[in-house]
């Protein structure tokens, strides 16, 4: 692949040079990921989705794991289209916010009965779980589609290139226009994950690495010297606190588990039992049935909307009592949501 070099004239904001020097940079440095191939081949779409959907509010070595376990138990859109929800669900357990599991089964279904995956942006994103990012990065990973794919690390890249200091709705605005404009007719895949590579390795969060970025020539942000200040966002709202518990009822060393309900919080998984989670003052108990049931400790669980604090509690009964659900052995307890496991690791210590 042909580089281009490195113009030694800075160009701060003016970013049309800006993709030549960005592709040439992935071309070299370029991150080896599972669900890429060589510069240059075709991309499987099946591959680009799962990773993306999977990488959703999850680091790459979180995710990467559920990545080759996916890949290598479901290999194609088909294969996934026909697995049994729960063998899903399950398999997701750890990766978090669930609703994302639902509807990757959703989406696999639908491009398994059409027999095709849509090709452009537009068209990806009327499938279940496709967002306006995830269908740039399909359509331009995947089909060579000019397509922008812009995510929290994008913004926060030319947020700094640009030194947007405005609203930051409006800023934003601007910025996905920019990245629009800049999309290169003959590697728009190259570029969305080059932006990608460039966000998560030199253009971080708190330590920006200007002095080695293949594009500081263009940054007003390292021009006006505190790059890190840049995305200005308007506050966060303080997350409100839900409070409930949850229930580890022992029998011969079998733990009772329920499914949840599909619609809602952690739809379709099997977890412990809970009372409600409710803002406020700890709601009152709600065991699954009548025991002598003894608090072990408190754990704690970051949503999206919500922190929950959950009371352990923990009965150990001779007789198996009538309650719904299902008794599974201790030790073979696996894949469940994050935050039952964390429960249930609490209640069975030592
Ligand atoms: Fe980010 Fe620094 Fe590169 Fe600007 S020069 S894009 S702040 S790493």
Redesign the pocket.
């Known amino acids: 692949m042909k580089t281009t070099k490195r113009q030694a004239v800075t160009k701060h904001g003016d970013l049309n040079g800006l993709p030549a020097d960005l592709l040439a940079w992935f071309d070299r440095h370029g991150r080896d990921l599972p669900w890429r191939t060589a510069l240059g081949e075709r991309r499987d779409p099946y591959r680009v989705w799962l990773a993306e959907i999977m990488l959703q509010q999850t680091t790459i070595p979180h995710g990467t794991p559920y990545f080759l376990t996916f890949t290598q138990r479901w290999p194609t859109v088909e294969a996934l289209a026909a697995a049994k929800d729960e063998e899903v669900m399950t398999a997701w357990a750890g990766l978090g916010y669930y609703a994302r599991a639902r509807n990757l089964l959703k989406c696999a279904r639908e491009i398994a009965e059409r027999g095709s995956w849509p090709e452009t942006a537009a068209e990806l994103k009327k499938l279940p779980g496709i967002g306006p990012y995830t269908a740039g990065a399909i359509a331009a990973i995947a089909f060579n589609q000019p397509a922008a794919a812009v995510d929290g690390n994008v913004d926060r890249?030319f947020a700094?290139?640009l030194a947007l200091k405005g609203n930051w709705a409006d800023e934003k605005k601007r910025l996905h226009a920019e990245v629009e404009r800049l999309v290169p007719a003959k590697r728009p895949g190259d570029f969305a994950e080059a932006l990608m590579d460039l966000g998560a390795t030199?253009?971080t969060p708190t330590k920006?690495?200007?002095l080695i970025?293949p594009?500081?020539d263009y940054?007003l942000?390292?021009a006006e010297g505190e790059?890190e200040r840049y995305p200005i966002k308007p506050p966060k709202k303080a997350k409100p606190i839900r409070r409930g518990a949850a229930y580890v009822a022992v029998h011969k060393g079998e733990v009772l588990l329920q499914r949840r309900p599909d619609k809602g919080l952690l739809g379709g998984m099997l977890g412990l039992p809970t009372s409600d989670w409710v803002e406020g003052e700890r709601p009152e108990p709600s065991p699954p049935f009548k025991a002598s049931w003894e608090e072990i400790g408190d754990v704690r669980h970051v949503f999206t909307h919500f922190d929950l604090r959950l009371t352990v509690q923990r009965a150990d009964v001779s007789r198996r009592p009538n309650a719904d659900g299902v008794w599974v052995p201790l030790d073979e307890v696996e894949g469940l949501p994050s935050v039952f496991a964390k429960a249930f690791r609490l209640a069975t210590a030592g």
């Open positions: 890249v700094r290139l030199v253009c920006p690495n200007c970025c594009v500081s940054c942000a390292k790059p």
